[in-house]
């Protein structure tokens, strides 16, 4: 067993020179970030079959449509009703994107747009520093903290810096620190969040904490915006219900991003919904940046094909098969990872539901990111280096963050193993776990 997972030594470790006992020699030089996925779910946790069989009638049913109108700026109207109805809104609030970040940049740009409207009804000059200001936590969706920055880079080259400021707010295994959101909750337009197993926190807002927010959002007159693709994949108890939903489906309140993407493992089809306030729909309907005006319509093939499957209950089918076929062998894990992790690896939150589960290791003072990587060629594991998920460069500064896509995790066995070949892969000890 060994042999096959750790063909040789790879490190000269420091702790050998005396034949003292490795454990001696650890030093907390850095801390090291893990995020344990499950890599990409293979296409038997997609409901490929159902879509296939519903593409055909479907694209009949919507024929006349498809060839001869465009889908316009909010998606596909069909879609759109079927959403609306789904979640109990007027569709008038609901606009689909082509994935889950496009309406986060959407939504961004509305926000902008805003501002600047806002600051010129006060002041009645037209402002071009005029800023937004979006809370974010520390440690978040990587593509989300991308989309704030590459909007900053589009404006820096028009000579105009920032016109996104980022606030990074700490969050624990139960949600925000509450007295650090509280301090700079004034100073904020905007905070993006992911509630329910986020990315890659794996963690789950406790309800206290999700009253406490919205209360300091209605106090201090900041929109939430809630990202929350993983909220049915719940393994263990059902997870409180969304802020969405806590703020009476208010959208002026959180605007509620919900990306097939991950609720029934849909990547392909590129499909989000979102409710949102009228301002942003306006963004997109009007604006010169409209989806309209840059590609004169939305994509509308793949909704013309999931209307009639959302409308008869795939989310709510789907997403219960994941919570049956993902759901044991999640908890399983849970149960055997502190076991057999010890205290090598702190886990963020315990793991209840979604892709992640965020750690933290204390690694040798010798290690670097290539030995680590080199080790994980070794153990057999897929591990890549990477950055971008803390918000706040400064405390990116100060650790390293690796992904680990977990080989499928069936049994005890399995689980055992994978520990063992983590502790190879950061610390270069081979221990026989019992
Ligand atoms: C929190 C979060 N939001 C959004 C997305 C993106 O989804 P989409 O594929 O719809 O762009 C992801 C994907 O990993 C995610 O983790």
Same mark, same amino acid.
């Given at each position: 067993?060994?042999? /096959?997972?750790?063909?040789?030594?790879?490190?000269?470790? /420091?702790?050998?020179?005396?034949?003292?006992?490795?454990?001696?020699?650890?030093?907390?030089?850095? +801390?090291?970030?893990?995020?344990?996925?499950?890599?990409?779910?293979?296409?038997?946790?997609? %409901?490929?079959?159902?879509?296939?069989?519903?593409?055909?009638?479907?694209?009949?049913?919507?024929?006349? /449509?498809?060839?001869?109108?465009?889908?316009?700026?909010?998606?596909? $109207?069909?879609?759109? +009703?079927?959403?609306?109805?789904? !979640?109990?809104?007027?569709?008038?609030?609901?606009? =689909?994107?082509?994935?889950?970040?496009?309406?986060?940049?959407?939504?961004?740009?509305?926000?902008?747009?805003?501002?600047?409207?806002?600051?010129?009804?006060?002041?009645?000059?037209?402002?071009?520093?005029?800023?937004?200001?979006?809370?974010?936590?520390?440690?978040?969706?990587?593509?989300?903290?991308?989309? =704030?920055?590459?909007?900053?880079?589009?404006?820096?080259?028009?000579?105009?810096?920032?016109?996104?400021?980022?606030?990074?707010?700490?969050?624990? $295994?139960?949600?925000?620190?509450?007295?650090?959101?509280?301090?700079?909750?004034?100073?904020?337009?905007?905070?993006?969040?992911?509630?329910?197993? &986020?990315?890659?926190?794996?963690?789950?807002?406790?309800?206290?904490?999700?009253?406490?927010?919205?209360?300091?959002?209605?106090?201090?007159?900041?929109?939430?915006? +809630?990202? @929350?693709?993983? !909220?049915?994949?719940?393994?263990?108890?059902?997870?409180?219900?969304?802020?969405?939903?806590?703020?009476?489906?208010?959208? !002026?309140?959180?605007? @509620?991003?919900? &990306?097939?993407?991950?609720?029934?493992?849909? #990547?392909?089809?590129?499909?989000?919904?979102?409710?949102? %306030?009228?301002?942003?729909? !306006?963004?997109?309907?009007?604006? *010169?940046?409209?989806? #309209?005006?840059?590609?004169?319509?939305?994509?509308?093939?793949?909704?013309? =094909?999931?209307?009639?499957?959302?409308?008869?209950?795939?989310? +709510?089918?789907?997403?219960?098969?994941?919570? *049956?076929?993902?759901?044991?062998?999640?908890?399983?894990?849970?149960?055997?990872?502190?076991?057999?992790?010890?205290?090598?690896?702190?886990?963020? #939150?315990?793991?209840?539901?979604?892709?992640?589960?965020?750690?933290?290791?204390?690694?040798?003072?010798? &290690?670097?990111? /290539?030995?680590?990587?080199?080790?994980? *060629?070794?153990?057999?594991?897929?591990?890549?280096?990477?950055?971008?998920?803390?918000?706040?460069?400064?405390?990116?500064?100060?650790?390293?963050?690796?992904?680990?896509? #977990?080989?499928?995790?069936?049994?005890?066995?399995?689980?055992?193993?994978?520990?063992?070949?983590?502790?190879?892969?950061?610390?270069?000890?081979?221990?026989?776990?019992?």
């Amino acid at each position: 067993m060994l042999k /096959k997972f750790f063909p040789e030594r790879i490190f000269k470790s /420091k702790a050998h020179d005396g034949g003292q006992n490795i454990l001696w020699r650890i030093k907390i030089m850095f +801390e090291k970030h893990l995020d344990v996925t499950r890599g990409s779910p293979p296409a038997s946790l997609a %409901p490929i079959k159902q879509l296939a069989e519903a593409a055909g009638p479907a694209i009949m049913a919507d024929a006349g /449509k498809l060839a001869g109108y465009y889908g316009g700026a909010l998606g596909h $109207p069909g879609l759109r +009703e079927v959403f609306a109805k789904r !979640e109990g809104v007027s569709v008038d609030n609901v606009f =689909i994107s082509p994935g889950g970040m496009l309406a986060f940049r959407w939504t961004l740009e509305a926000a902008l747009r805003r501002k600047n409207y806002d600051t010129y009804q006060t002041s009645g000059v037209f402002d071009p520093l005029a800023k937004v200001v979006i809370g974010v936590p520390v440690v978040t969706y990587d593509r989300a903290i991308k989309t =704030i920055a590459q909007i900053n880079r589009f404006y820096e080259r028009l000579n105009v810096p920032n016109k996104i400021d980022v606030v990074c707010i700490p969050e624990g $295994p139960d949600g925000p620190d509450h007295r650090v959101l509280q301090g700079v909750a004034h100073r904020l337009d905007y905070y993006y969040v992911i509630p329910t197993f &986020s990315n890659p926190l794996g963690a789950v807002w406790s309800s206290e904490a999700r009253h406490k927010v919205l209360t300091l959002a209605k106090q201090f007159s900041f929109v939430i915006i +809630e990202d @929350s693709p993983y !909220e049915q994949l719940w393994y263990g108890n059902e997870p409180p219900p969304r802020l969405f939903n806590l703020a009476d489906k208010n959208p !002026e309140v959180v605007i @509620s991003m919900n &990306s097939l993407t991950k609720i029934i493992n849909l #990547a392909g089809v590129r499909s989000c919904y979102s409710i949102a %306030p009228a301002w942003v729909m !306006e963004f997109l309907l009007n604006s *010169k940046n409209s989806p #309209a005006q840059l590609f004169i319509s939305q994509p509308v093939l793949a909704s013309t =094909i999931l209307e009639p499957l959302v409308q008869d209950g795939l989310i +709510e089918s789907h997403s219960e098969f994941l919570r *049956k076929r993902v759901g044991p062998i999640v908890r399983e894990i849970a149960q055997l990872f502190p076991k057999y992790l010890g205290d090598f690896i702190q886990l963020h #939150a315990e793991p209840q539901g979604g892709y992640f589960f965020w750690g933290q290791v204390v690694a040798p003072e010798w &290690s670097s990111d /290539k030995m680590i990587e080199l080790a994980a *060629k070794n153990a057999n594991l897929k591990l890549q280096a990477g950055r971008g998920f803390y918000a706040d460069s400064e405390a990116e500064g100060r650790h390293r963050t690796f992904r680990i896509a #977990a080989p499928p995790l069936e049994n005890e066995e399995d689980v055992r193993s994978f520990v063992q070949r983590l502790r190879y892969v950061f610390t270069n000890e081979v221990i026989e776990i019992v």
